[in-house]
């Protein structure tokens, strides 16, 4: 969580998903909230691979998915925001872009 809180998602993800695979080795179960966390910062670190291949409508689920989620990753709320405002308009999602351009003009 701190690293996350830090702003540090690459970092965080990767601890996660080591402690999930440790749980899984132990045959452990793995808690639901952990499992939500994990594909969070998941859906959060797929984006940029997903922009890149011009995959714009999957980018643009995965950013909702995140936005959804904004008071988790608090250092970038205005760029998480704004990046899934545009790509939801490159996708064709425009009553869900406008959503999120409403949220970002909130004072």
């Known amino acids: 969580?701190?690293?996350?809180?830090?702003g540090n998602y690459r970092v965080a993800h990767d601890k996660l998903?080591?402690?999930?695979k440790q749980l899984e080795a132990l045959q452990s179960r793995v808690p639901t909230d952990l499992m939500r966390?994990?594909?969070l910062l998941h859906s959060y670190t797929l984006v940029k691979s997903l922009i890149a291949i011009n995959d714009h409508t999957a980018a643009a689920r995965m950013l909702v998915r995140v936005a959804r989620s904004i008071s988790k990753f608090p250092k970038h709320v205005v760029p998480i925001l704004t990046s899934t405002i545009i790509e939801c308009n490159r996708a064709g999602l425009k009553k869900t872009a406008f959503e999120y351009a409403a949220m970002l003009m909130r004072p």
């Open 1 to 6: 969580r701190f690293e996350q809180e830090e």
């Open 37 to 39: 966390a994990l594909g």
């Open 17 to 20: 998903f080591a402690t999930v």
